[in-house]
């Protein structure tokens, strides 16, 4: 009898899990995945602190970032707190008319040609209702004064009467008092600190007619910076500038009656309650909204600091998967799936991360809490109004740190789920596997990377730019397993420590891999910003015009009319004791005789020398083409030919040390100068040996100029502007007035800072005078940031290569134990250490120099093709290599490897190895 198979009908069929009884599996499933993680973070204590230490110091830096803005961040009425203190309102004099403002005050529009040039404290009192009070503050006053031999300027002066009750809440005192006297004066910290006096010292005035007595260390809460607090020697109901503002105690509330009073006589105000509104009210300051450019630029910065996390903590997950291999295949022969194994690594990263987003946010909050006082003074210089967090932030910040820990654990959590079970029971280590397509995927990421990159250079979007180095480095980070790979080919040509270290990195690219990932990311960034930077400074190096040869001086009088010249001999004795000086010339200017300074005279170019068109106004594309093909308009902006040039009247005393002429040249426009011509520094303004003066009286009604030509030469000289320098015959010929404004004075080298501050302490005595120095270009601007760009790199370098080599010592205990028991003596741990983190530093730093100058390259190519395109004409970027930020980089992989090998205990375990 044969059986045979019945077959079931369709309904007997065991039914489709509902969804419901899925959702339940998967919580289940990851319920158990966050037990089996917890258990893991405390048995690998070590591993766990390193990434908690990694996701933990971003969040905690961003977090104290965004508490510190969100405290100093203070909203209209906060703000009107501060300014008003125990007054009701706070008036200013704007105009005299009407004007209309905003809520607060801080915006107004009014008649620019209706504004009053003196205010007084009865004009106030006028206009409000009786039995009012006023006190007047006037703000940022100049104070020059003395110290020592020093001349300080750099501490203005609020002039207000502190010991008034309106002005009580408006200060608050850390020490002694507030000034009652008008030789008193008050000082806040940043003051103190800057003028090194404390309370009971002396301020004496610059040119010594009178001095303070410092009596108190108060703070104005809303500016924090230098300020010294004096009291109005004058009567309050004296005339005061327009700038003045006047605190208002009234005998009622602010009313709208009260608002559009004071706006229709030209009084904006700032009370606790809100204007009338007014068109004004649409107006906003320029810079409080960010544009799509900064937020894309901004996310795409917050990118690459993400992926540098995820790179320098993904090799803690990936050891993390090779020790619990056995532990990975015991689940997968329980009955667990490629889902349920990436569940197991990927609860590592998830646990992780938000121990580290809640641990980091917390200290962020608290430390932000604890240095408030110093962020206050020392950052955002102005008092805060409350203790507060940024909830949306933190919220964004902590999303954040979990994406960081579980984008780290995704590479390794597809590997386990990939591994041979039989191997993991067994303990071996697999063969690495690497497919191809990720380096082809490299590849293309790079590629492109790179185009994006140029198009953006081209387009002159920073976002676009950034986007696609952003894609540039993926690419590389996709592509450098496969370079790791080949590495490990040259091993068989290496002594046994390299050979070692390159085939350790070569079966264990899922840790080191990443490790040089990250290095290459910074120090790519350093190199191309570096280079960028370097340019950058060459470029404006040249296209910089000094006003002065380097060795001339200017002495000048402020007020030339009331006190004339500064004294010769005085002037001679101080450049010959501190600048080391010979030549004192005149300096003699020329003016209207009516009105002196009302005159304009300049040189006058020949119509085939001018531009048709002016640089940076709005011409048609039509218009740009052809301006870059005429020959009058090939020159940078500032070279155009605008008629404004600096004038002096000179018989040839002063026109070598103004115009840095040769000897040759000196004997030549000298000689034209005593004959009754003109002298210019640029030689497109001569004609035919002649040059065209012209003179514009800005006071006369029919505004007619002045012209004649004279006799002419050309000094060469790159000084912008140009200088003109015209005979006193020719003045004569013009109908100018002349007068001496100061000395011309010829250092015997450029003097140093040291040189020039001694010779501005000895004239301090003259009187109001003036010193002009040529201090040059000077490349010192960019070298700090190069500098902390190296050091950010080395930073990351030195912390990738230690942490990849300390992973790598851990799980190469066997292969030590080994290495022992062969008889390989015990520097053989500590060599093998240095090569571990060469393999890392150099190998990722000198992919990261690669990268950074082909990206830099690329983007000023790119940049100069689109300025070359372009009118006026611009110089382009010259194509340099940032020496300081590679010098620095260059020595950081030896740091790194010498650290590795100082570090390392050079005893050789020997372990019982059981099979």
Not at 385 to 392: H, I, T
Not at 479 to 507: E, N
Request: aromatic share 4%.
């Amino acid at each position: 009898m044969t059986l045979r198979p019945q077959s079931r009908p369709v309904h007997d069929l065991p039914p489709e899990r509902p969804r419901r009884t899925r959702l339940a599996e998967t919580v289940g499933s990851w319920r158990a995945a966050l037990r089996i993680a917890r258990r893991e973070v405390t048995r690998a204590r070590g591993r766990t602190a390193l990434v908690l230490a990694m996701i933990v110091l971003p969040v905690l830096a961003l977090s104290f970032v965004a508490v510190s803005a969100d405290m100093a961040r203070l909203d209209p009425a906060e703000k009107m707190e501060q300014r008003l203190g125990n007054a009701d309102a706070e008036l200013r004099v704007v105009s005299q008319g009407p004007v209309t403002q905003n809520a607060d005050g801080s915006v107004w529009n009014a008649p620019e040609d209706r504004i009053p040039e003196t205010v007084t404290v009865d004009d106030i009192l006028r206009l409000l209702p009786a039995d009012s009070r006023v006190l007047p503050v006037r703000r940022w006053l100049p104070l020059p004064l003395r110290d020592g031999t020093r001349t300080r300027d750099d501490v203005p002066a609020t002039e207000v009467d502190l010991a008034d009750p309106l002005a009580a809440g408006l200060v608050r005192i850390h020490d002694g008092r507030v000034p009652t006297t008008a030789d008193e004066v008050a000082l806040n910290r940043a003051a103190r600190r800057t003028l090194g006096v404390d309370v009971g010292g002396v301020l004496n005035a610059r040119d010594g007619t009178r001095s303070w007595t410092v009596v108190g260390v108060v703070e104005l809460p809303e500016s924090l910076e230098p300020m010294a607090f004096l009291r109005s020697a004058g009567e309050p109901s004296g005339s005061l500038d327009h700038d003045t503002v006047f605190l208002v105690d009234l005998p009622g509330p602010v009313t709208e009656d009260l608002f559009r009073h004071l706006n229709r006589n030209g009084v904006v105000v700032g009370a606790r309650v809100s204007a009338p509104s007014s068109p004004v009210e649409a107006v906003r300051p320029l810079g409080n909204s960010l544009g799509a450019e900064e937020i894309g630029t901004g996310v795409l910065v917050g990118g690459l600091g993400l992926l540098e996390v995820v790179l320098l903590v993904g090799p803690a997950f990936a050891v993390g998967v090779r020790r619990r291999r056995r532990e990975l295949a015991l689940v997968a022969v329980a009955g667990g799936d490629a889902a349920q194994l990436r569940r197991v690594v990927l609860a590592d990263g998830v646990l992780l991360g938000c121990i580290g987003a809640a641990a980091g946010v917390a200290l962020g909050v608290l430390s932000a809490f604890a240095a408030r006082p110093l962020v206050e003074e020392f950052v955002f210089q102005h008092r805060f109004a409350g203790y507060r967090v940024w909830p949306a932030a933190l919220g964004v910040i902590a999303l954040v740190a979990v994406l960081a820990g579980v984008l780290a654990a995704l590479a390794p959590a597809w590997t386990a789920a990939r591994q041979d079970v039989v191997a993991g029971l067994a303990g071996r280590r697999g063969a690495p596997t690497h497919r191809r397509r990720w380096l082809a995927l490299g590849v293309l990421l790079a590629v492109t990377g790179l185009v994006i990159a140029g198009i953006g250079a081209a387009m002159v979007r920073s976002s676009v730019i950034l986007a696609g180095l952003v894609l540039g480095e993926l690419g590389l980070v996709f592509a450098t397993p496969t370079l790791v790979g080949l590495l490990a080919r040259l091993g068989r040509f290496l002594p046994l420590a390299p050979r070692i270290a390159v085939r350790d990195a070569s079966r264990n690219r899922s840790s080191t891999a990443p490790a040089i990932s990250a290095v290459m990311a910074a120090v790519a960034g350093s190199v191309a910003l570096g280079a960028f930077l370097a340019s950058d400074d060459v470029r404006a190096d040249q296209q910089y015009r000094p006003l002065l040869p380097r060795q001339t001086v200017l002495v000048t009088a402020d007020d030339p009319d009331a006190t004339g010249p500064p004294d010769r001999a005085a002037v001679t004795a101080a450049a010959r004791d501190h600048l080391g000086a010979g030549s004192v010339a005149p300096l003699v200017a020329a003016g209207c005789r009516t009105n002196f300074d009302a005159c304009v005279v300049s040189a006058v170019a020949p119509p085939d020398q001018v531009c048709p068109w002016r640089p940076y106004e709005s011409i048609s594309e039509a218009d740009e083409q052809r301006a870059r093909a005429d020959r009058r308009c090939q020159w940078p902006a500032e070279d155009h030919l605008d008629g404004y040039v600096q004038v002096a009247v000179d018989d040839g005393a002063a026109l070598p040390m103004l115009t840095g002429a040769t000897p040759a040249e000196v004997t030549a426009a000298t000689a034209v100068l005593r004959a009754g011509g003109a002298v210019v520094t640029d030689s497109r303004y001569l004609v035919d040996g002649r040059v065209h003066l012209r003179v514009e009286d800005d006071k006369r009604e029919t505004g007619e100029a002045t012209t004649t030509t004279v006799p002419g030469y050309a000094v060469r000289s790159h000084l912008r502007p140009s200088w003109l320098l015209i005979s006193p015959a020719a003045a004569d010929r013009l109908d100018l007035a002349v007068r001496q404004t100061g000395w011309v004075v010829e250092a015997a080298e450029p003097p140093r800072q040291r040189q020039r501050d001694r010779f501005v302490d000895a004239l301090e005595y003259l009187g109001p005078v003036g010193a002009q120095f040529e201090l040059g270009h000077g490349f010192t601007g960019t070298e700090p940031l190069l500098l902390l760009l190296a050091g950010v790199s080395a930073v990351v370098t030195v912390g990738a290569a230690g942490i990849a080599t300390g992973l790598a010592a851990a799980e190469g205990r066997a292969d030590l134990s080994t290495l022992a028991s062969v008889g390989a003596g015990p520097g053989v741990r500590k060599l093998l250490s240095l090569c571990q983190a060469g393999v890392i530093a150099v190998l990722g730093s000198l992919l990261g120099i690669v990268a950074g100058l082909g990206s830099a390259m690329i983007i000023l190519t790119f940049t100069n093709r689109r300025l070359a395109e372009g009118w006026p004409v611009e110089p382009p970027y010259p194509l340099l290599v940032p020496w300081l930020t590679l010098g620095v980089l260059v020595v950081v992989p030896l740091v790194a490897m010498a650290g590795a090998a100082l570090l390392t205990r050079s005893r050789l375990p020997v372990e019982r190895r059981l099979d």
